[in-house]
């Protein structure tokens, strides 16, 4: 058997599970019953998912709920009436409240990216002929003739199997 879920805003089992599509965005909550009642998730007219995670994350009973940003002075009462921060410095202020925020929002709290398979096998290829044609260069120029044949050789050895590879 799984393990059950946990509430997201205490340590009890969450019973009620909320799905939040906004721009094309997944946004999911899991509740145990008194956290929904208590947010007035059983009552669906006025209900934000977005203000439940910034009520969550952002409590001003928390110990962080006195912070303020030392250059632009905003609050983590102003960054949920705005839904951004005031200056870069707010992100490392607001750091301790805001990763665990973004953890249940999102996989993860670094931006990775997305990249095509393809691109980067395309792009590690190119790397490395450059670098065989800049150990090239350097062998003919030194007079190493004998090393500069073996990489022409590996360089088309690599161009060769890149085509095949391309071809399938």
Known sequence: ???PLKCDLCPKPATVHLTQIVNSKVHKVDLCEACAQAKG???????????????????????AGGLRCERCGFTQSDFKKHGRFGCPICYDTFRGVV??????????????????HRAIERKSFYDRVARL??????A??????????????????VKQAFNQHVAL
């Open 99 to 116: 990763e665990p925020m973004l953890e249940t929002m999102h996989n993860g709290t670094a931006h990775t990216g997305k990249i095509p």
């Open 140 to 157: 003919i120029k030194s007079e190493r003739y004998e090393d500069a044949a073996r990489t022409r050789d590996e360089i088309n050895q």
């Open 41 to 63: 998730v059983t009552d669906p007219s006025g209900f934000s998912l977005s203000d439940l995670l910034l009520k969550a994350s952002l409590n001003p009973e928390s110990p």
């Open 1 to 3: 058997m799984a393990n």
């Open 133 to 138: 044609e800049l150990d090239l260069a350097e």
